[in-house]
């Protein structure tokens, strides 16, 4: 158990739907990632956040957001939802961005499918 | 950006051999390359990761080497078990000035080891 938690494990949605997806850290990690796996693209960067901050995006669609809170748990919100968003959505984290403190622990994701 | 490429995409071993998983990558600035397990229905889990200041890292049966010269690293797990069974997935990852972090992985490596 990594200590970074995710929810829901499942979400199934239909075309058009937007839903959100929450993360909470390990305790007293600062830095959260996002990522997407899919069967043909692989794990993917989308977005990092440190400490409230958007510091670095990847290859985040237009459709998705994500924003990071006071108590440091993130949400990914996808809108417009196509077949293709259809995937599992990782959520990483670590302590502080620099020196040796910076190794990123995965929860365990959310399933989303778009029906 | 930086592109990693991972060899190979499916490994079968006896249960006791070695098994070994390598990784190139492209990026120059990359100096950091962690190593994750991952099981079916789990998230990536972190097994060891090595910086560029360094050649060789050591942790138990888990070792990983790096050549910056060719600009590849290869993961080697010796004394295989049935538990090693999982996909593996190298990453390679630079710190742009703003101390921002993303990880680019590999494609990933189905390891199989046979009883």
């Known amino acids: 158990d990594s200590g970074v938690t995710q929810t829901p494990k499942h979400l199934i949605t239909a075309t058009g739907q937007r839903v959100t997806l929450r993360c909470s850290p390990r305790?007293?990690?600062?830095?959260v990632y996002w990522y997407q796996q899919s069967l043909d693209q692989g794990l993917q960067f989308l977005i990092q956040?440190?400490?409230?901050?958007?510091?670095a995006k990847g290859n985040i669609l237009e459709r998705f957001s994500a924003q990071q809170f006071p108590d440091l748990h993130s949400e990914l919100n996808l809108s417009s939802l196509e077949l293709g968003d259809s995937a599992l959505y990782f959520c990483?984290?670590?302590?502080?961005?620099?020196?040796?403190?910076?190794?990123?622990?995965f929860g365990p994701g959310t399933r989303l499918t778009v029906l | 950006g930086e592109n990693v490429e991972q060899h190979p995409s499916t490994l079968s071993v006896q249960e006791g051999d070695s098994a070994v998983i390598k990784c190139t990558y492209s990026?120059?600035?990359?100096?950091?390359f962690p190593w994750y397990k991952q099981e079916l229905g789990k998230g990536p889990q972190l097994i060891i990761d090595?910086?560029?200041?360094?050649g060789e890292k050591k942790d138990q049966r888990i070792a990983v080497t790096l050549n910056k010269t060719a600009k590849h690293f290869s993961l080697h797990i010796t004394e295989t078990q049935p538990e090693d069974s999982a996909v593996y997935f190298c990453?390679?990852?630079?710190?742009?000035?703003?101390?921002?972090?993303?990880?680019?992985f590999g494609s990933g490596t189905q390891l199989t080891v046979l009883p």
């Open positions: 990483a984290s670590s302590p502080l961005v620099g020196g040796g403190t910076d190794t990123q622990y």
């Open positions: 305790s007293g990690d600062l830095s």
């Open positions: 956040y440190y400490n409230g901050e958007e510091r």
């Open positions: 990026d120059s600035a990359s100096n950091y």
């Open positions: 090595i910086r560029s200041n360094v």
């Open positions: 990453a390679a990852s630079s710190r742009d000035a703003g101390s921002a972090r993303q990880l680019t």
